[in-house]
Structure formats: structure tokens, C-alpha cells
């Protein structure tokens, strides 16, 4: 290997950047999904008729949704980020 082909090749501050960035957001994915998992366990310890069993599902299938939406793109953006 040349040195020009080094020059060109592995970034190690990018690369250790990029590997922390995504430790964050992995972090902040998993304390996200145990907040979601302790507010719906709670919502399903107090229901109190079958009706009030859909409504909570319908409702926490909606947000789970919308984060697994958010955190994808968030993922994505950090995947183009670290490749350009």
C-alpha cells in the first residue's frame, strides 16, 4: 500500500464519531422502548372492560408505529451521514 491509498482509505476520528453516534441513538432506542413497555403494561393492569382492551391496543399500536417510523428514519439519516 501506497501512502496516497492510506490518505484515501479509513477515517479513524469519522469512524469512532460515527460508532458513537449511533451508541446514542441505540441508547436512547432502548430507553424509549422501555418507557413504551412500562406505560402499556400499566395501561393494561387498570382496564376494566373488554372495549377499554382494544382502545389501549389501538392507541399504543399507533405510537409504537409512529416511533418505529421516527427511529428508522433517524437510523437512515445517520447511515447516509456516515457514508458521504
Partial sequence: MTDNS????FDLSSA???VRAYQAKLL??????MTFTFEF??????????????TVIAEFTSKRIAMLGKYSKEM???STKRTA
Fill in 16 to 18: 469512532t464519531a460515527n
Fill in 41 to 54: 403494561s400499566q395501561r393494561l393492569a387498570t382496564i376494566r372492560s373488554p372495549v377499554e382492551f382494544f
Fill in 76 to 78: 437512515a439519516e445517520l
Fill in 6 to 9: 492510506l490518505s484515501k482509505g
Fill in 28 to 33: 436512547e432506542m432502548a430507553q424509549a422502548n
